[in-house]
């Protein structure tokens, strides 16, 4: 168990919906990363937030959205939602800002979208 | 927009064997990571490289780091069959970006 909690487990949604994917760092960890998995594209990093403040921003769709609230956790939205986001969505989270320290991944979302 | 290779993309390898599985990449960094992916489960950091040179090791892997070949290694020592999973390697870019390589699909056979 590496700390770090994501919810829902699984989500199931039809093509234009929105949804919303939650993130809790590990306690003590200020930085949030988002990734997402998937057969086509594989590991990619989509987004960033240290103390509350964006980062850094990877290959991440304009339909996509995040943030992270004061008390740490952080939120992905997904709107619109196409066949082709249907992927694992990985929150991360490390002590520090610029990537020197272990990131350690929750469990993880799987999104389908049908 | 950095790229990063691994290989190979498959390993077969008998228990007690010895292999190597090797991350290029395609512009200056320096932090590579390397993780570990059991099926269906999220991913376990392994290994964070800072350095040129940098070497660090936990049981039977060990990885290295030589920024200026722009190369990552992560040596397998007499291979166990928990050692069966897939592994990543990730680099860092200076705008804090990180890119992820394929993996590889390590199955260890008795």
């Known amino acids: 168990d590496s700390g770090v909690t994501q919810t829902p487990k699984h989500l199931i949604t039809a093509t234009g919906q929105r949804v919303t994917l939650r993130c809790s760092p590990r306690?003590?960890?200020?930085?949030v990363y988002w990734y997402q998995q998937s057969l086509d594209q594989g590991l990619q990093f989509l987004i960033q937030?240290?103390?509350?403040?964006?980062?850094a921003k990877g290959n991440i769709l304009e339909r996509f959205s995040a943030q992270q609230f004061p008390d740490l956790h952080s939120e992905l939205n997904l709107s619109s939602l196409e066949l082709g986001d249907s992927a694992l969505y990985f929150c991360?989270?490390?002590?520090?800002?610029?990537?020197?320290?272990?990131?350690?991944f929750g469990p993880g979302t799987r999104l389908t979208v049908t | 927009e950095l790229k990063v290779e691994q290989n190979p993309l498959f390993l077969s390898m008998q228990e007690g064997k010895n292999y190597t599985i090797y991350c290029n990449y395609s512009?200056?960094?320096?932090?590579l990571y390397w993780y570990r992916q059991d099926p269906g489960k999220s991913l376990e950091s392994l290994f964070v490289?800072?350095?040129?040179?940098a070497v660090k090791q936990e049981g039977r892997l060990m990885a290295s780091l030589d920024t200026k070949a722009r190369l990552s290694t992560l040596h397998i020592t007499a291979a166990v069959h928990d050692l069966s999973a897939t592994y990543f390697c990730?680099?860092?870019?200076?705008?804090?970006?990180?890119?992820f390589g394929t993996g590889t699909s390590l199955t260890v056979i008795p």
């Open positions: 991360a989270s490390s002590v520090d800002i610029g990537g020197s320290y272990e990131q350690y």
């Open positions: 306690s003590g960890d200020l930085s």
């Open positions: 937030y240290y103390n509350g403040e964006e980062r």
């Open positions: 512009t200056t960094s320096d932090r």
């Open positions: 490289l800072l350095s040129n040179g």
């Open positions: 990730a680099v860092g870019d200076t705008g804090n970006q990180f890119y």
